[in-house]
Each structure stands twice: as C-alpha cells, then as structure tokens.
C-alpha cells in the first residue's frame, strides 16, 4: 500500500532511512513536548469550551457556543477537542494535561499528512523524498499552527492530502514523466 523500499540498500543504509523517517514524522509529536507550557490559551480553551457546549447538547450547542460563536468546522472542532473531552475524564488528567493532549491530537493529524506526503513522493518519483519531508516537517508552518498555537487546520489539511494520496493512488496512468 505506502512506499516500496529502496531499491537494493544496505542494512546499514536503510535502518538508518527507517530512523530518519521516525524522527522526521515524529517531530509535530515531540513539538507538543518541547513547548508544553507554550501555547495560545484563548484559542485552546475556546476549543475546549466549544467541545463542552458540544457535548453538553449536540449541535444545539455547537451553534450557540460562548463566549463566541464556534468559527471552525464541525469535524474540526470534534475531531480535536471532541477527542480531549472524552479521554481527558477517563484518564483523570490535570487541566495542563488535557491540553497537551488536545494539541496532541492535533499532532497526530500533521503526522497522518506527513506520512501521506512522503508516500506521495514516492508516487511522484521524487528524488531524495526523505529530505523533501524533512524540510516539509520543520517549516515551523508544518507543526507551530497545531503543536504550539493549538490550531485546527492542520485537520483540514490533513483530508486534503489525504484526497489528493487517494485520487493519485487511485489514477490509472503512470505518474512518472
């Protein structure tokens, strides 16, 4: 299904490819870590506040939700802090906790997109794709929005790679020019 092993590598070299990748796609994951007490705490707890409205009477309050009206997409909106909401309480977090857990999440979904990439590199035939998705992970544009802001386009974009990765996946002519 993803991408094909390099084409006759070394142990050496392709262990080394495996470690490169990990640490790469990790990165948006670690980003929550490195600045866990960093992040912009009105959006956060707007998303957090909007997950309550949420639950607390669905889509009722999800279109009344205070102290403003909610401005993200549903999907978004649950997908994120939808998440925290209901595991924060089983796992009897600290309010900190839930947070990083929230952006957490968010990460998740800038490394489902980097996965997604560097498969689509591979699809296109980019050469030296790995260090394509390096640049790509560390552009602070890559992770900051999610891992540090709090933001949720990272969900957007997230299944907007992911409709582009099908439809190439999904093309019935060779890719490679």
Same mark, same amino acid.
Not at 51 to 77: H, K, V
Not at 135 to 155: H, K, R
């Given at each position: 299904?993803?991408?094909?092993? +390099?084409?006759? %590598?070394?142990?050496?070299? !392709?262990? $080394?490819?495996?470690?490169? @990748?990990?640490?790469? *796609? ?59 909401? +209901?595991?924060? %309480?089983?796992?009897?977090? !600290?309010? $900190?906790?839930?947070?990083? @857990?929230?952006?957490? *999440? ?56 992911l409709v582009l990765w099908s439809l190439l996946r999904l093309w019935p002519y060779p890719l490679s020019a």
């Open positions: 299904m993803f991408v094909e092993p +390099l084409q006759n %590598p070394s142990r050496s070299t !392709s262990v $080394l490819h495996g470690l490169a @990748l990990v640490l790469v *796609v990790a990165w948006p994951l670690m980003a929550v870590n490195i600045f866990r007490h960093n992040y912009f705490s009105a959006d956060v707890n707007a998303f957090l506040m909007w997950a309550d409205e949420f639950f607390s009477s669905p889509f009722r309050g999800y279109m009344r939700c205070q102290p403003e009206p909610c401005a993200y997409p549903l999907i978004g909106m649950l997908a994120t802090g939808g998440i925290g909401k +209901l595991v924060a %309480p089983a796992l009897a977090v !600290s309010p $900190l906790t839930e947070i990083v @857990l929230f952006r957490s *999440v968010l990460s998740l979904f800038e490394v489902a997109s980097l996965i997604l990439f560097y498969d689509l590199f591979a699809l296109l035939n980019v050469r030296r794709r790995l260090l394509w998705l390096a640049v790509l992970a560390l552009l602070p544009s890559s992770w900051a929005g999610g891992a540090v802001w709090g933001q949720i386009d990272g969900v957007t974009q997230f299944f907007i790679v």
